[in-house]
């Protein structure tokens, strides 16, 4: 999932400015899963704005509000609510708050939480990131838990010299990469495997990771393999 | 001694290099005059590359001025704050201005220095910046891409004229817990084209020793890192701040009493080299402003 984490109030105030109908939009997929934008945090941002002296002139909280289709679907269905509308805040990622505005053309849209990451969730409220979406996994070099992902230099040939007891020096909190995969590796009989393996496929190639993304590609018909 | 890395290394003779820093500022005379102290005395003289992320002129500039002064320098090239195209084209210039003794860091993050908002690059790392400096040295680059006239893959591409000659150096930590993947890191630098090495602060010869015993026969020479101890304060952020190091308890004591502060780090620091010198190649000098000391401290080893 993608993780996210809410905006100070302040800042969602500070561009609604000039705007007094807003009409708020969560998640149901991952910002519900963490807590900054699912119904209870939807009717929270409605509380909140109305005593800041706004109008909350609906809201709504698609299954999955990246899903450009549904999210119009769900927002049709409160088309006079959406007509009175002066600006949406999206309780969602960025490509939650892009999905509104591709169907909502001539309203203003504003995201009301910051998109972290690409997320395991290891338990109820404890979310971190596993991967970069580099467009080029490396993982099976690895023993399955990706450096560039977990390795703030994101090295490929092994570790840097300032872990200390396992923990990595930038964030002594969390463990180095490194002492994990070689941990897994032994566990898997993989070691010699990573070791030689490490950094053989060369620098990284960033070109297969050129914004913006594009994947366009045949759906398969329901009901046909 | 002799002058440059790859003479010193040829020499066989035990080897000796320095360190200094440029400043933030765009003045670098006192970096010059504390390079001085080296003279003579060392192989070479390492230029940090805006070491600890904090912003500061370039390491190339320094080792210009240090060549402009007859001392010999060691670029350090971190791939912190350049992608693949400046790294490759600032080992070219320094080729071109007659700096070929080049150390190969991978580098700290940006969030430990005085710009931590800064976006880290770190496209290479030291062990893929040693690889395209050796590439280099065979007169072609890391270029990778496809013709798109006659759809080939290109995989490297010849440099004008007579390639550059580079003696690579890389760093490791030998304090570092756990010890094993330093020394599978530094078996990738070697094999990637390193030719000697110098590693972080030592002052444990106990556990330097364990590290030597555990990397085993390598081809080329381990200089022990030498960080110059200048008070109890200092000892004590580095134990607290630098992973991997240590620095014992009596060396911090030795350090207490200010009149003979000096003294006693001299003599204290000698004793570490003297310690060192059975079990490694060589050693680098680290004395973060107190280089005016390390004349004393080489010639009390007997170096």
């Given at each position: 999932m993608i993780a996210s984490s809410k905006k100070a109030f302040e800042e969602i105030l500070r561009m609604l400015e000039g705007h007094e109908r807003i009409f708020i939009i969560g998640c149901g997929d991952c910002a519900t899963q963490c807590q900054t934008g699912g119904e209870v945090e939807v009717e929270e941002m409605k509380q909140q704005l109305e005593d800041a002296g706004k109008t909350v002139t609906g809201t709504a909280v698609p299954d999955v509000t990246c899903n450009v289709l549904d999210t119009a679907r769900v927002l049709r269905q409160q088309k006079e609510a959406v007509e009175q509308t002066d600006a949406f805040l999206v309780l969602s990622c960025g490509t939650g708050v892009q999905s509104v505005a591709d169907s909502q053309e001539s309203k203003p849209v504003f995201p009301g939480v910051n998109s972290l990451f690409s997320a395991i969730t290891k338990r109820k409220g404890q979310v971190y990131e596993r991967c970069v979406c580099c467009s080029d996994c490396v993982v099976g070099d690895y023993a399955g838990i990706c450096p560039m992902a977990r390795c703030p230099k994101g090295q490929l040939h092994g570790p840097c010299g300032g872990y200390d007891e396992g923990k990595c020096e930038v964030n002594p909190e969390q463990d180095c990469v490194w002492a994990l995969i070689i941990e897994r590796a032994t566990k898997t009989g993989q070691l010699e495997q990573v070791l030689e393996h490490m950094g053989s496929q060369g620098a990284k190639n960033w070109q297969a990771d050129t914004h913006p993304g594009e994947l366009v590609f045949e759906p398969r018909r329901a009901g046909k393999l | 001694m002799p002058v440059g890395m790859r003479e010193a290394i040829d020499s066989g003779q035990f080897i000796i290099t320095g360190e200094v820093a440029p400043p933030k500022g765009c003045h670098l005379e006192h970096m010059v005059e504390e390079a001085e102290f080296y003279r003579g005395r060392v192989a070479g003289i390492n230029v940090t590359d805006i070491q600890s992320s904090v912003m500061r002129a370039s390491s190339l500039v320094g080792c210009l001025k240090l060549k402009e002064a007859g001392l010999p320098p060691v670029l350090q090239m971190v791939c912190r704050d350049r992608n693949r195209l400046a790294l490759q084209s600032e080992l070219l210039s320094a080729c071109a201005l007659g700096i070929t003794d080049v150390l190969c860091l991978t580098g700290d993050?940006?969030?430990?220095?005085?710009?931590?908002?800064a976006k880290p690059v770190f496209d290479l790392d030291s062990v893929s910046l040693l690889k395209a400096a050796r590439r280099l040295m065979e007169g072609r680059d890391m270029a990778y891409y496809k013709n798109a006239r006659t759809g080939e893959i290109v995989d490297g591409e010849a440099l004008d004229g007579a390639p550059p000659s580079f003696c690579l150096g890389c760093v490791v930590n030998p304090g570092a817990v756990p010890m094993e993947p330093q020394i599978y890191k530094l078996l990738k630098k070697i094999e990637a084209g390193a030719e000697f090495c110098q590693t972080q602060a030592v002052y444990d010869p106990a556990l330097f020793e364990e590290f030597m015993t555990r990397l085993g026969d390598v081809p080329i020479p381990i200089l022990a890192g030498i960080v110059v101890l200048k008070s109890p304060m200092m000892a004590k952020y580095m134990n607290a701040n630098v992973a991997g190091v240590k620095v014992p308890d009596w060396m911090i004591a030795e350090l207490e009493d200010k009149e003979t502060r000096v003294a006693k780090s001299i003599e204290m620091h000698a004793k570490l080299v003297q310690d060192l010198k059975p079990m490694c190649q060589g050693v680098h000098m680290m004395p973060l402003g107190w280089d005016k000391h390390v004349p004393a401290i080489l010639d009390l080893a007997g170096l």
């Open positions: - | 993050y940006t969030t430990l220095g005085d710009h931590p908002q």
